[in-house]
């Protein structure tokens, strides 16, 4: 004769199995590395946000409403030549290429959902306040304008930026996914990037790097 009771504990020791088995593979799913490509700081637009002059009046005037650099008057050369982008700080547009032509810049691509920006803008603008220091542009990337203009009221930073929209500075200057990324831009117009990518800690650093690079 069948004993009933040996079923009911067979039946027990199946859903026990299972529902073991179920938790294990839970905890390794949860422990299994994350894509490289995942953004560490949340969500990050894919393009600029479009935001009107009128919607970002009141974030200029809280971080200072820092213009953007004019055309030197120097013939624009380099992959920045004829590249245009709307001025973070006062409305209107920039004719980069033209604005870096003829000198040795300093070119930064920054966002506020970029943690390691956060810690390298201050040490880009204390370099930008150096007497002999040379201009220093930021590019605000893959960003909300609002968000970014708020970052620089909190970090103090007046360094005057552009944003890019249409990703035309990102595809100029072949910005890599991670952030942020310095460039250094010579009289000629040609463009090189700082490598390896460190983000700068102080204003020391970043002056080395334009030294290393003109």
Not at 91 to 120: K, Y
Not at 127 to 142: E, F, H, S, T
Not at 143 to 155: G, V
Not at 184 to 190: E, K, L
Request: with cysteine.
């Amino acid at each position: 004769m069948t004993d009933p009771r040996g079923t009911g504990v067979r039946r027990s020791e199946v859903v026990t199995t299972v529902v073991v088995a179920v938790l294990a593979a839970a905890a390794v799913f949860a422990l299994w590395p994350r894509a490289a490509t995942e953004p560490a700081a949340g969500p990050v637009p894919p393009e600029q946000v479009q935001v009107s002059d009128a919607e970002l009046a009141a974030p200029r005037a809280a971080a200072g409403s820092v213009p953007c650099p004019s055309p030197t008057g120097a013939p624009p050369a380099g992959p920045l030549a004829g590249v245009t982008a709307p001025c973070l700080g006062v409305p209107g547009p920039v004719d980069v290429g033209a604005a870096l032509a003829g000198r040795p810049a300093l070119v930064n691509v920054w966002a506020s959902w970029c943690v390691p920006c956060r810690e390298e803008l201050p040490a880009l603008a204390a370099y930008a306040q150096r007497p002999g220091a040379v201009p220093v542009l930021g590019v605000d990337v893959r960003d909300d304008p609002r968000a970014a203009l708020t970052l620089l009221a909190e970090l103090g930073v007046a360094l005057p930026s552009v944003t890019d929209p249409d990703g035309t500075l990102r595809a100029a200057l072949d910005v890599p996914p991670a952030l942020p990324a310095s460039y250094v831009v010579r009289a000629d117009g040609t463009v090189t990037r700082v490598d390896p990518p460190t983000p700068f800690r102080t204003a020391d650093e970043v002056a080395a790097a334009v030294e290393r690079l003109s």
